[in-house]
């Protein structure tokens, strides 16, 4: 599975932008993840959704101002991120999953790709 993240940018806080994760496959793969790492820091689940059902979940940081959804067609997983913070900075990397579960932790993501930078200004 290959993973191509794309969307980041520079905003001012309280803005918005909205990320791409387009999978090579979903054949194999049951879920897409949206990690996150700011300098510094441990790379950290954002959200998660399978690409099937209606399974979606996030971390308690962005609920309520993230939304993840899929694109079947497109084999596309997007964040939009809303109402962005500056501790909102961060490389944002997708990864994919082979099974269905609830799994937040990096090393349950089997394949990923590279990351898209978003720096949030206050």
């Known amino acids: 599975v290959q993973l191509q993240a794309s969307g980041g940018g520079m905003v001012q806080a309280g803005e918005s932008l909205r990320l791409s994760c387009a999978a090579s496959e979903r054949t194999f793969s049951r879920q897409i993840g949206w990690f996150r790492q700011a300098p510094g820091k441990e790379r950290a689940f954002v959200a998660a959704?399978?690409?099937?059902?209606?399974?979606?979940y996030y971390a308690d940081s962005v609920k309520g101002r993230f939304t993840i959804s899929r694109d079947n067609a497109k084999n596309t997983v997007y964040l939009q991120m809303n109402s962005l913070k500056p501790e909102d900075t961060a490389v944002y990397y997708c990864?994919?999953?082979?099974?269905?579960?609830?799994?937040?932790?990096?090393?349950?993501?089997?394949?990923w790709g590279q990351g898209t930078l978003v720096t949030v200004s206050s």
């Open positions: 959704i399978w690409w099937s059902g209606d399974g979606a």
């Open positions: 990864a994919a999953r082979m099974t269905y579960g609830t799994n937040r932790a990096p090393a349950g993501y089997d394949y």
